[in-house]
């Protein structure tokens, strides 16, 4: 596998199993040394000890925030005894990433055997397995899963003779993306409405039911295993200074190979899009990747050098987040593309604090403003002073981060904002009223097929003869571009004042 | 410990918020979402303040203080952070006004009364001028909102009684939400949707009334805006007086804060610094004073009846014939009815009337069956003395709470408060009650009595503590006994472990309980059980006054010769006048030649009337009454006395100096006070003169040791008698409240049994 360039840049810990054991048979997972960790730190190993195996592996949370798994779990540790719990954060919100998924589906019992290694940490009892509603396999595999354990002794009461005593169980998902910030989902579990609450105290000191409570995320979890078994020098031995490990990413979007991909922290974005990725289809230009989920940010193509770990990421104005990788190829309008996620962020936004709440929605609008050519200069301003409060001012990572797709793509692609605003046109070509399809009569070989597709019969013209489009009638749905054959191209998008000039409208005054 | 806000120094006790903090040492750090008596929220984001070594600004109302912190409340950066966010929660209130240039010469101009169905501005809005969205925008210099405004969509729901909402004024800062659920334990308001489009709400959109709403009005006190408000005051002009009353509804002693214009009530709210209450009150209180005291039925002038129809007249007329009319009747011809209604200074004047100047046999009175007497009564027999008082907080610390059958929101709406506040603490609270449909909190265990099994639950609770507990001897609890007495009642022997599991444990109890056959008995074993529980019996009785009639009576005992009998009852001679200043079973007993009616409102006993005298209600008098705790509070008066009415104890001093009793010419109401405490051993604490921080209790016996008694010797020496009705828990002066006021009627007409 070696020369094969997908396969060349990855490193598979947590999805080592993937495919190639059966998810619903415990024996399969015991048969490559599954539980072995688990039986090592309940048989050998103090709560201090795993702990600092956990610290010295360098584990960072693979929620996306990367707080050190092992500091947490420390703290949740020194807290007065009585009841603590774990939570397995599985409520993946981001449409685009699907690891945890994975995971879940693919390695339930490398989930809890990290679950159970934690619970010996921090000494918990009980445990919770929160899988969104929509992973219905997920739910079904992981109580296999729970039953399978269960029932060989690897939960429950006396685990493995060791007498540990922990127990699991399954919440399935309210449905809401606010839900994975984890004091949303811990207020979930707890029947509540899921709304995030201030911290700290952090869930490690007040938690579930106002308990010490670990909250982690599948990724998480399913590497703890292999750190315990194969030890911190090995774990730490891959990635970056500050981040170690792998890292899943779902690599979707303009790209030739889409899926889950794990690579080692501080690989080079450039090897994971052109390397791994394969590069753009079509041959289309490779134009930006929005990393992080709905709020992460959209990275240039000139940052493809950067390497991918959780401080250059957050520095580039993106941040690992959900793990989601979205590649943009040179269709992409920048300025729809912030529309898109803000309209995201607002529709989830919980609606408990202000900023967010208000904010997102504010923003959404002035970006379709904009979009829709009716954008103002101090508009730009104004999104830069709002994004700096939504994001100052949020009480949780939704609202401190979404407006990171409005900060980047400002950052990165200003000029796409401008043109949009002051030349009244979308560089992409993508925002309808900003251009203009018409056909260029050099190139037509009347063949109709547009015409035959245009549903509101806008396009007129006679088999062998040049067609054209009445600019009055359009409804600018794309049909005629996308049938027009990929040898002949006849129908083409314009925008500015080329577009304008086409629809005969007069040219906008400059200060408008 | 120590902190630093501002570059101040200052010292805090206990673990205050930054917010805290900051308030208690007079800085000012705006704020929407925070309320004293909630949980911190953080929604707001207007507290945002700056904490050396912390990432970002941090929210102070959610953030607690720490030895050590630096502060910071106010920088450049915070203040235009600040900005940003009202600027955005504007844009979702109609904020027109808010910052409007000509705001505040507008207001002297305004023509029109701000009777609009919705409020698109200051002007029109029922909480002008103590809107908290004016503060925080006048604190925070707010010009302009460069936003699109975004109106919530809705109409103003007026289909409650009582209250009016209004979605478009509400800033989504979850007050009311979390009053209802934290502090009421009611849950019915509730955030519906989600993100912008989340609005206040009830579980599919249904009435309050159809919600469970209690109408408690909570929700109205801590609306920051006009978004939920009172329907009754929304379009009144502001009051010119607010007067601090002692809520005459019941007996919780409520604080409220009355206001009136002119001499007429316009509505009340709870008062924040109550003694009992803090900012809290029920249906009652916060919004009937106004219907109670201007209530068509009113009496407001002295009436002689003549020709067999009463007629008015002047206060000496009426006073002259009921004077020569009485005379004719003293020496026991005469039976006295007192209220727990009045004040203690009418019931310690009317004591003084009926023992001196009528020589009557007793006063009747409608403490003689509740609870804390029957207490008392088989406590006197047993040879214990346990106290009757007891504080509210008692109840919300309480570890293990068993409440006897009460309809507690009902009849003791602030100790339901407590109840709610120890389940929240995860205290283990046990309802029991008829079986077929109680009132039983969110989070109680629920026991089912099935109907006249009263005694036996009791008895087979106490049996299966004694089996539990290892106390019990084979001869009077073998198990098969056990089993036996167990049988028919679901889960008692799971709720007795429960009993055991934490001290303090309170026994809730009420009329409720023992309105029903075989009090005496039922009491002793009540006692019992509290004994083998290791619990302490709270009595809760319903009238406002009852623990200061009560006392007062006592005090009294010795100077009647006793032995009458019950006005209008079977056994011995009818007395041949009647002196009616409190409830009486029969209108009329047959063979009165003289019915004297000292009341407030014209009802079937002031109809029967031969003179009818005009009582103030309590929201007209300064007057002194000791709530359901045995607390002593002093009312203030709202408004002066409408029409003629006077107060009960002037009165009964008139009355007497006309039938030539020496010694009881009292001027004022501190006059009769000053007295009462000379003559009444209990109103000790009332004496001397005491500040606004000093907490007054009834004075009682020291608390001996509980002792098991007995089945036989137990009983009371006196026999039973039954009790004067009190009639109800919405019943004031004879007004039954829940037949007179239209949503109060609406309300109790949705009470179904709830189990």
């Known amino acids: 596998m070696a020369d094969i360039e997908f396969f060349k840049h990855q490193r598979l ?40 195996e956990v610290s010295a592996a360098g584990l960072r949370g693979r929620g996306g925030a990367g707080f050190p798994t092992g500091r947490k779990w420390d703290l949740c540790r020194r807290q007065p005894a009585g009841p603590k719990y774990l939570i397995c954060n599985g409520d993946e919100g981001d449409p685009g990433a699907f690891m945890d998924r994975s995971v879940l589906e693919a390695d339930p019992h490398a989930i809890l055997e990290g679950m159970i290694i934690g619970a010996k940490a921090v000494g918990a009892a009980r445990g919770f397995i929160y899988i969104r509603d929509e992973y219905p396999l997920a739910v079904a595999r992981v109580g296999i899963a729970l039953w399978q354990a269960q029932d060989m002794g690897l939960l429950g009461r006396d685990i493995l003779g060791t007498g540990f005593d922990f127990d699991l169980e399954v919440v399935r998902g309210a449905g809401a993306f606010v839900s994975g910030e984890e004091t949303a989902l811990i207020a979930s579990i707890e029947g509540q409405r899921a709304y995030p609450r201030q911290r700290p105290p952090y869930p490690a000191e007040r938690g579930l039911w106002g308990k010490p409570t670990v909250i982690n995320n599948v990724e998480t979890w399913a590497n703890v295993p292999s ?98 990788m979205i590649v943009l190829d040179e269709d992409t309008c920048m300025v729809d593309i912030a529309l898109y996620f803000l309209r995201f962020t ?90 203009t399809f018409t056909i260029d009569p050099g190139k037509c070989v009347g063949c109709l097929l547009c015409r035959k597709n245009c549903p509101v019969n806008a396009i007129t013209g006679e088999r062998k003869k040049v067609h054209v489009i009445d600019q009055a009638a359009c409804i600018k749905c794309g049909a005629c571009f996308n049938v027009c054959p990929a040898k002949v191209q006849a129908v083409v998008k314009c925008t500015g004042e080329e577009g304008r000039a086409l629809r005969g409208g007069t040219s906008v005054p400059k200060d408008a | 410990m120590t902190l630093t806000i501002d570059g101040r120094t200052i010292t805090v006790e206990g673990r205050p918020t930054l917010l805290e903090a900051a308030r208690a040492n007079g800085i000012f750090v705006p704020s929407l979402c925070d309320h004293p008596g909630l949980d911190p929220y953080a929604a707001c984001r207007l507290c945002l303040v700056e904490v050396k070594g912390r990432k970002g600004p941090v929210p102070a109302c959610g953030t607690a203080a720490e030895d050590g912190m630096d502060v910071v409340t106010s920088t450049p950066e ?51 001028g103590r809107c908290e969205l004016q503060r925080v925008v006048e604190a925070l210099g707010l010009g302009l909102v460069p936003f699109p405004s975004h109106r919530r969509p809705g109409e103003v729901r007026r289909d409650d009684p009582f209250i009016d909402r209004d979605n478009s004024l509400c800033i989504l800062c979850g007050r009311c939400v979390r009053v209802c659920q934290e502090v009421r334990g009611a849950s019915v308001l509730t955030f519906v ?58 007996g919780q002693g409520c604080g409220l804060l009355v206001k009136s214009r002119g001499g007429r009530i316009l509505g009340a709210s709870p008062d924040p610094e109550g003694r009992v209450n803090h900012g809290q009150a029920c249906v009652r209180g916060r919004f009937l004073a106004r219907a109670t005291v201007h209530h068509p039925r009113r009496l407001l002038m002295p009436m002689i009846r003549e020709n067999g129809s009463l007629r008015e007249a002047s206060w000496e007329e009426a006073l002259e014939t009921a004077a020569s009319r009485l005379g004719q009747f003293r020496d026991g011809k005469v039976t006295v009815t007192g209220s727990s209604e009045n004040s203690c200074e009418d019931l310690f004047v009317l004591y003084r009337f009926a023992s001196e100047t009528l020589k009557a046999r007793e006063v009747s009175a409608p403490w003689s069956g509740t609870a804390a007497a029957r207490l008392r009564e088989i406590d006197r027999a047993a040879g214990q003395t346990a106290p009757l008082n007891f504080r509210m907080s008692d109840v919300g610390r309480a570890e293990t709470i068993l409440l006897l059958g009460e309809d507690l929101p009902l009849t003791q709406p602030l100790v339901n408060l407590e109840v709610v506040r120890a389940l929240r603490k995860n205290a283990v609270v046990i309802s029991a009650g008829p079986a077929n449909g109680h009132y039983s909190p969110a989070g109680a265990v629920d026991l089912g009595i099935p109907a006249g099994k009263e005694d036996t639950f009791l008895k087979a609770l106490t049996a299966a503590l004694l089996e539990i507990s290892g106390r019990s001897t084979p001869r009077a609890h073998g198990s098969e006994m056990l089993e036996k007495s167990l049988a028919g009642f679901d889960g008692l022997l799971e709720a007795a472990r429960l009993l055991l599991k934490g001290k303090p444990l309170l026994i809730l109890f009420g009329p409720d309980l023992l309105k029903t056959g075989g009090a005496p008995s039922r009491m002793s074993a009540l006692s019992n059980l509290a004994f083998v529980a290791g619990g302490r019996l709270v009595a809760l009785d319903v009238g406002a006054n009852l623990r ?18 019950n006005p209008g009852g079977s056994a011995g001679p009818a007395p041949r006048a009647l002196y009616v200043a409190g409830p009486m079973p029969k209108i009329r007993p047959a063979g009165a030649e003289l019915v004297i009616v000292q009341g407030s409102y ?152 709830r189990s």
């Open chain 1, 227 to 324: 750190i315990i078994r194969r030890g911190a020098a090995w774990f730490s031995g891959l990635g970056t200074e500050t981040s170690k490990g792998t890292k899943i990413f779902s690599l979707v979007g303009k790209i030739n190979n889409t899926g889950l991909v794990e690579v080692p922290m501080g690989i080079r974005l450039g090897d994971i899009i052109f390397g791994i990725g394969g590069g753009i289809p079509k041959g289309r230009e490779f134009k930006a990747v929005q990393i992080g989920g709905p709020s992460g940010g959209c990275i240039p193509k000139e940052l493809l050098d950067l390497p991918v770990d959780y401080e250059s990421l957050t520095k580039a104005g993106a941040m690992v987040g959900s793990g989601g």
């Open chain 2, 193 to 250: 949707s989600r993100g912008s489009g989340t609005v206040i709400g009830t579980a599919l959109d249904r009435r309050l009334l159809d919600s469970g709403c209690q109408f408690c009005g909570a929700c109205i006190d801590v609306c920051p805006t006009g978004s939920i408000a009172e329907r009754a005051v929304r379009y009144d002009r502001p009051a010119e007086t607010e007067s601090k009353v002692v809520c005459p509804l019941c």
């Open chain 1, 346 to 435: 607002q529709e989830e936004s919980c609606g408990k604090c202000a900023p967010c709440r208000i904010g997102t929605r504010q923003m959404a609008e002035i970006l379709a403003r904009i979009t829709a050519g009716e954008g103002r200069l101090e508009d730009i301003e104004k999104l830069e002073a709002l994004a700096l409060t939504v994001s100052r001012g949020s009480l949780c990572g939704l609202g401190q981060t979404a407006p990171n797709p409005i900060l980047t793509t400002l950052r990165y692609f200003r000029d796409e904002y401008l043109a949009h605003i002051v030349d009244r046109a979308c560089p992409a070509r993508v925002c309808k009223n900003l251009i």
């Open chain 2, 548 to 565: 200061g009639g009560l006392a007062i009576a006592s005090a009294f005992a010795a100077r009647f010769s006793g032995a009458a009998e």
């Open chain 2, 602 to 753: 014209m009802d079937e006993q002031a109809e029967a009337a031969d003179i009818l005298l005009p009582e103030t209600t309590a929201f007209e008098a300064a007057g002194t009454t000791v709530n359901v705790e045995g607390r002593i509070q002093v009312s203030g008066a709202a408004i002066g006395p409408l029409g003629e009415a006077r107060p009960g104890w002037s009165i009964l001093n008139s009355l007497a100096a006309k039938l030539g009793t020496p010694g009881s010419a009292y001027g004022s109401a501190e006059e009769v006070r000053r007295d009462l405490v000379q003559a009444v051993p209990a109103f000790a604490a009332l004496g001397p003169p005491s500040g606004p921080s000093v907490e007054m209790f009834l004075i009682e016996e020291a608390a001996g040791p509980a002792v098991f008694v007995g089945a036989g010797p137990g009983r009371p020496p006196k026999p039973e008698k039954a009790p004067a009705a009190p009639g109800g828990p919405d019943v004031y002066k004879g007004l039954d409240l829940a037949r007179e006021h239209k949503s109060l009627k609406l309300l109790r007409g949705r009470r179904c049994p």
């Open chain 2, 78 to 128: 915070l203040q235009s952070l600040r900005r940003g966010i009202l600027e955005l929660i504007l844009a979702e209130h109609p904020h027109a006004c808010l910052i409007c240039a000509e705001k505040t010469s507008c207001d002297d101009l305004k023509s029109t009364i701000r009777k609009t169905g919705e409020v698109t501005g200051c002007v029109l809005c029922p909480v002008n």
């Open chain 1, 13 to 52: 810990i947590v999805l080592r199993n993937r495919g190639r054991i059966d998810p619903e048979k415990i024996e399969e997972y015991i048969a490559y040394d599954g539980y072995e960790a688990a039986a090592k730190a309940l048989a050998s190993m103090t709560p201090g000890d795993i702990i600092a």
